[in-house]
């Protein structure tokens, strides 16, 4: 079974949440939202539309996870522990609830055993944002022999299963290591992706083709034909509000 699962802390119905469930559910097996906090509009649509909607709170308090980690980090803890104890499927896509378009199946994608990323194909070190998360979760050591590589997208995690338990549990021992160094530092799962993924990079593969294309950095794109993802759409207005109106 190939399955879709994505996460929701504290999320209202919206539009970009209707593309992404309405486009996704046809790509796959089965479409899964883990919700944290259950806003009756967003359930009612996820109901309407079949998604598998899991309990994150009843998670949160079985596997004693801390109410106050960061939306982002959560992320990245609940998507552990779906994908460890709460799922028996197959193959995995792990992507952002929001800015979403999958335009057909990205576990076609899957050829080997390791686990997939992303790449934004933009390198870290010119990139402000990704080199102040990278410092702040680590040192300079680290940014220092990170810079020269391409962003790896953290909304994205694609494989087996056994591979995306694998790489999500050993960014769970940086995260691990990261909270109490940061006093909590709200944005970890990105930086703990790149640092993780460069540093074992014979156990993944890095998406460069613009199979699952972000387009922060590649917005002057127009032919998104040959993607199988298109992600941070929002970043094209044109195109935000063809797909708005589209999955409306």
Known sequence: ???IVSFGSD?????EIKVFVKSAKRC?????????????????FLTQE?????????????????PQLSPYT????????????????????????TDMLIQRSPFELITTDKAYVTSENY???????????LQICYDSTILNLLKDKEILNGGSILGKRKACVYLLSEMMLDIASIIPRTNNYPVIDQAVLNKVVYFDQFNYVILRNHEIVNLAYSSSMTDFSKSYVVHQYDVNK?????LYDKYK
């Open 1 to 3: 079974m190939n399955e």
């Open 11 to 15: 999320f209202e119905l919206s539009s």
């Open 28 to 44: 796959c097996d089965k479409l899964t939202v883990m919700l944290l906090k259950k806003n009756k509009s967003l359930v009612d």
């Open 50 to 66: 079949g998604v598998n909607i899991v309990d994150a709170q009843a998670i949160m308090n079985e596997r004693k996870v801390s």
């Open 74 to 97: 959560m992320k990245t803890v609940f998507f552990y522990l779906y994908a460890k104890y709460y799922t028996e499927s197959e193959q995995l896509y792990l992507c952002d609830l």
């Open 123 to 133: 390198k870290i070190g010119n990139c402000k944002t990704n080199m102040t998360w």
């Open 238 to 242: 044109q195109l935000e509000a063809m």
